[in-house]
């Protein structure tokens, strides 16, 4: 399994962003759903190394990010494409990815032709040259997903992937999804249902920081099927109707008593 | 967006610590080309100009004194220190700025690393163009044919200045990342050379000295000419910088992103090494003492610095007598020949009148300040020593401002010093007797004695007349001597002038 996690919490002061996660996956496209405020980019970041867990127990690739040295062997195989991407807007593209890939430790002799062919997957070979700060939206969440890829992840981690993308490069997107989940774990976050079903192999659908359901997306379609949740899609009126079932179930309170930590942040 | 054809995943090599040299190199190179300090460049340039330069073109054509200026009194410095700490606050706030920190933190490469390649880009611009700046600058003088050795300590100081305002600048802005990050460090560096030049204006010892405006005892009349300039202080301030670099740039490894535990203790002492070299730095100047060449810290000091620079004179001739001066002074042989000649015709065939002249190297009078020193005649046969940098004025276009007036206040302030060395007067104002001598003397020169008064205030206080106008006891045995005819004043000289020089003539026994 390349990710390993067992009740694992996050607070940030009285608000409890992730409350008792556990999850494994292995090679294959990830899909992590959920409304707005669900918790998926705090888990996200905490699977990034980059946001330390209050509690729990997080495996990444066979090994312990707690500690310095697997945390960095972690680092140097992972993908991460954050919610808001930062940038440099002086930077052209292939210097954004090569700094990036750099700072990932790849071989150096190994970065111009990675970044090369990166640019190429993602439909910006010929922008390479072009600054950050005159690209588009779209153009921009390109040179991100490159930036995260650059290193032939073996886990990659993406948050709203597809957010600012035209409908040609979201198919497209999915495609370039699926060839990279044949070699390695992709976690993809997302508000897009219809990405999920495209390209993903598993699903999660988290609520109020808990996961409350786990399975493939034909079986997410199955939980709306014959039910009166909202949706114009099959996987639509599966979301709906699991994030129903789980409303219905767990009483409201997101804002609880911050308990004590019980694990130092990893540095 | 291509998807590619399915391939297994790619052994990855282990990491080579060889690669890091390079990775870190092409990162560099990166940040070279994408920094923001070279958009603020044109505007410290023309600073610089105006600020730095021109003003020390309006000094004598010596480094000495044209670097008095811009080095001494650290304008250099502080045309880029307020500016390059802004920017390098701009750059090491990038992070927050941008909104990039999880995605440096969630790289392998530690995120204190790449930011201190971010800061060494910022610092290499920063301080190179320091360098090339005052470069450019001492290629204009050595075309304006400006003479003696550069201060090239100073030099050093200045840009290790520079690189500690860039990394205190850079930690501010890695503490805070906003947009405020560099006008508040900008305001900051600012503040602090406004205090310094304060601070150093009003106190010209002990720590105050460490400061980098401080121009007290730094740079002495001759440093450079007759002897180099001491490194002691330079090296207690190239401490102090380096002390405020290594410890801003170890602040920025502390915070818990920064890496590893082992990474953050090193930042740690790294902070407290620089603390301690800054600390050491202030010490060691609260120590200092002014030698005759310059501050002397004594446990900086070395001997071999003390050594004399060796030249080989430039010679002419006044009133039949050779005058010799070191070549940085060169220009101004015709201004000191002439001025010299009618005091040296004056005294001509007396017993103890010099033979020859020799400049010597203006030594600094912890007393009297600049213009303390006199001249001395001395040795047999006699040779008049010149100590032609203490005078705080030279002659002709190239003088002290080339201000009206120059070359005749020079050739008085000559006349003036030729004459107490050679009635003996020492650095006071003499007895009567020898004030008589030296009155009649000035006469025979061509200084009028109505206009002597003001003539001896060019000198330092302690020759001050007792009297305002030219009128008492002491003026009219000096016309007195004058009146005699030229044999007859000799005769007496020849035969009294030992007696005046050791002070034992009283005014009475003058005919």
């Known amino acids: ?267 | 967006m291509t998807a590619v054809t399915a391939a297994p995943a790619r052994p990855r090599a282990p990491h080579a610590a060889s690669a890091a040299p390079l990775a870190a190199a092409r990162l560099l190179r990166i940040e070279l080309r994408r920094n923001a300090m070279p958009w603020i460049l044109p505007l410290i340039a023309a600073l610089f100009w105006f600020d730095s330069y021109r003003p020390s073109t309006s000094q004598p054509p010596l480094y000495l004194l044209r670097t008095f200026w811009n080095m001494g009194q650290g304008h250099t410095i502080i045309d880029f220190g307020p500016f390059v700490a802004g920017v390098a606050a701009w750059m090491g706030s990038r992070d927050g700025r941008r909104h990039t920190r999880d995605l440096v933190t969630a790289a392998a490469r530690a995120r204190y690393a790449a930011q201190l390649v971010t800061w060494a880009a910022t610092a290499i611009w920063a301080v190179g163009a320091y360098l090339v700046f005052v470069g450019v600058m001492f290629a204009v003088y050595a075309h304006q044919g400006v003479a003696g050795e550069p201060p090239w300590w100073w030099v050093a100081v200045g840009a290790t200045a520079v690189a500690a305002f860039s990394a205190a600048g850079f930690a501010v802005g890695a503490f805070f990342g906003s947009r405020f990050a560099a006008p508040l460090a900008a305001f900051a560096g600012f503040f602090a050379m406004a205090e310094s030049s304060q601070t150093g204006f009003r106190d010209d010892s002990g720590w105050a000295l460490i400061l980098p405006t401080n121009s007290n005892g730094n740079f002495q009349q001759d440093s450079g000419i007759f002897y180099h300039y001491l490194p002691d202080l330079p090296i207690a301030r190239l401490m102090l910088f380096a002390g405020i670099t290594v410890a801003a740039l170890g602040l920025i490894g502390l915070p818990a992103r920064a890496g590893s535990s082992w990474l953050r203790w090193t930042a740690a002492a790294v902070t407290v090494a620089g603390v301690a070299a800054a600390g050491t730095a202030v010490g060691l100047a609260s120590t200092a003492r002014l030698g005759p060449e310059g501050i002397v810290i004594p446990v900086l000091h070395d001997a071999a610095s003390d050594q004399p620079i060796r030249y080989a004179p430039v010679c002419g001739r006044a009133a039949g007598v050779p005058v010799c001066l070191n070549p940085a002074y060169q220009r101004y042989l015709p201004e000191v020949t002439a001025a010299l000649a009618p005091a040296l015709r004056e005294v001509s065939g007396l017993p103890g009148a010099p033979v020859r002249v020799s400049q010597v190297g203006a030594l600094y009078d912890n007393g009297d300040g600049e213009r303390g020193q006199a001249m001395t005649i001395s040795g047999h046969p006699p040779v008049l020593s010149l100590p032609l940098g203490a005078l705080g004025t030279l002659p002709g276009p190239d003088g002290d401002h080339g201000r009206p007036g120059a070359t005749k206040a020079f050739d008085q302030t000559l006349g003036l010093m030729f004459a107490r060395a050679f009635v003996g007067a020492g650095n006071g104002a003499g007895t009567p007797a020898q004030q008589a001598v030296q009155a009649a003397l000035m006469q025979g020169m061509g200084i009028p004695m109505a206009a002597q008064p003001s003539v001896l205030n060019l000198g330092p206080p302690s020759w001050a007349p007792a009297s305002k106008s030219a009128s008492g006891a002491v003026y009219a045995a000096a016309r007195r001597l004058a009146a005699l005819r030229p044999a007859a004043r000799q005769a007496w000289l020849a035969a009294h002038l030992t007696a005046l020089r050791s002070g034992q003539l009283a005014l009475g026994q003058l005919p």
């Open chain 1, 1 to 267: 399994m390349n990710v390993e996690i067992s009740d694992l919490t996050r607070r940030f002061g009285r608000t409890q962003a992730v409350a008792g996660v556990s999850l494994e996956t292995g090679p294959g496209v990830f899909g992590l759903l959920g409304p707005n405020g669900a918790g998926k980019t705090s888990l996200l970041r905490m699977m990034a190394t980059v946001l330390p867990p209050t509690s729990g127990r997080l495996r990444l690739l066979g090994r312990d990010p707690g500690s310095f040295r697997p945390r960095r062997e972690i680092r140097r195989r992972l993908g991460y494409l954050p919610q808001s991407l930062g940038y440099y807007p002086g930077f052209t593209v292939a210097e954004f990815v090569e700094y990036f890939a750099l700072l990932k430790e790849m071989p150096p002799g190994q970065v111009p032709r990675a970044v090369a062919t990166t640019l190429e997957q993602v439909g910006l070979g010929d922008k390479a040259r072009a600054k950050l700060r005159t690209l588009s939206g779209g153009m921009l969440r390109r040179a991100g997903i490159a930036q995260a890829i650059v290193n032939q992840p073996e886990l990659l981690l993406l948050d709203e992937p597809t957010a600012g993308l035209d409908p040609e490069q979201r198919v497209a997107f999915r495609a370039l999804l699926r060839d990279l989940g044949q070699r390695a774990t992709v976690v993809v976050s997302t508000h897009l249902v219809e990405d999920v079903g495209a390209a993903c192999t598993e699903v999660a659908l988290m609520e109020r920081g808990k996961i409350v359901f786990h399975g493939s997306p034909a079986e997410l379609i199955a939980r709306g099927e014959d039910t009166a949740a909202a949706g114009d899609a099959p996987l639509e009126r599966g979301y709906s109707a699991a994030l129903a079932m789980a409303r219905s179930a767990t009483p409201t309170p997101a804002v609880t008593k911050a308990p004590t930590v019980t694990k130092a942040p990893p540095a």
